[in-house]
C-alpha cells in the first residue's frame, strides 16, 4: 500500500467509524498524539481511544478532504480540512497539514472556528 492510499484509508476509517480499517494500517508499535496533547501507544490503546470517541454515536467526522498533497519516497506533504460534530451539536471546522520526512512526521492543526492552533506528532 502507498502511503497515500494508506493516508486515504485512515480518513475514510474516521468517516465510516470503521475500526479495522484504522487499525489494519498501523504498525503494533505506533505512538498517536491528538492536536491537545493526549497519546495513544499501541493498537489495542488506539481501539480504545477510537471506540470511545464514536460513542455516543452523535459523534462524527462529516467531511475530510485534502486539497493540497504530494507524496514522494522520502517526503510526504498534505493540507486539508475536515469538519466534525461533537454530541451531535458543535461543528468544528479543522485544518491540518501533515508533513513526514524520513521518519519524522509533523502535522499541524488548526482549529478555524477559534483561530486555535494545535500540535501533533505521530
Known amino acids: 500500500m502507498t502511503k497515500s492510499e494508506l493516508f486515504q484509508q ?5 468517516l465510516t467509524k470503521d475500526i479495522n480499517k484504522l487499525l489494519s ?3 503494533a508499535d505506533i505512538i498517536y498524539t491528538e ?4 497519546q495513544y501507544q ?5 481501539e480504545k481511544w ?9 459523534n462524527q467526522v462529516k467531511s475530510w478532504s485534502v486539497d493540497k498533497s504530494y507524496v514522494d519516497n ?3 506533504f498534505s493540507h486539508g480540512f475536515s469538519i466534525m460534530s461533537i ?5 468544528f471546522l479543522m485544518e491540518f497539514l501533515l508533513l513526514n520526512f524520513l521518519e519524522i512526521k509533523f502535522v499541524k492543526f488548526k482549529n478555524l472556528n477559534k483561530n486555535m492552533k494545535n ?3 505521530f
Not at 10 to 14: P, Y
Not at 50 to 58: A, K, L
Not at 87 to 91: M, R
Open 119 to 121: 500540535f501533533v506528532h
Open 87 to 91: 454530541k451531535g451539536k458543535k461543528i
Open 74 to 76: 522520502e517526503r510526504v
Open 50 to 58: 477510537f471506540r470511545q470517541w464514536n460513542n455516543p454515536v452523535e
Open 35 to 38: 492536536c491537545y496533547g493526549a
Open 42 to 46: 499501541g493498537k489495542a490503546e488506539i
Open 10 to 14: 485512515t480518513i475514510d476509517a474516521w
Open 25 to 27: 494500517g498501523l504498525s
